[in-house]
């Protein structure tokens, strides 16, 4: 294998696995998130979307502060899937967040 053909191989895995670790970290916010809006306004469900669920909106860390994320209606992904809300969850002096997901 010549050296040009060696140096883009070692750089394209190197990428990769950048990719992969970083793929899989959780970011820990040293500031508390806010209390959760009381109450957020559900709109009915759309008419043409019937069955979707409501993902309730969110606080969400910008690398700078908390914003509010709305929330909306979602497709489950498969028949009788239940949808389990993301929260801030307190780690080790700080706060990471655990994504929502679908589950039977």
Do not use: C
């Amino acid at each position: 294998m010549n050296s040009t053909r060696k140096y883009l191989f070692t750089i394209v895995g190197g990428l990769m696995l950048a990719a992969t670790l970083s793929a899989g970290a959780q970011v820990v916010v040293r500031i508390g998130p806010p209390p959760p809006r009381p109450v957020e306004r559900v709109p009915p469900p759309p008419f043409e979307h019937r069955g979707w669920v409501w993902q309730e909106g969110y606080h969400r860390w910008d690398g700078h502060g908390y914003i509010w994320v709305p929330g909306h209606y979602a497709e489950p992904p498969y028949e009788h899937a239940h949808w389990d809300p993301g929260h801030w969850a307190n780690r080790g002096g700080g706060y990471v967040w655990i994504e929502g997901h679908w589950h039977r």
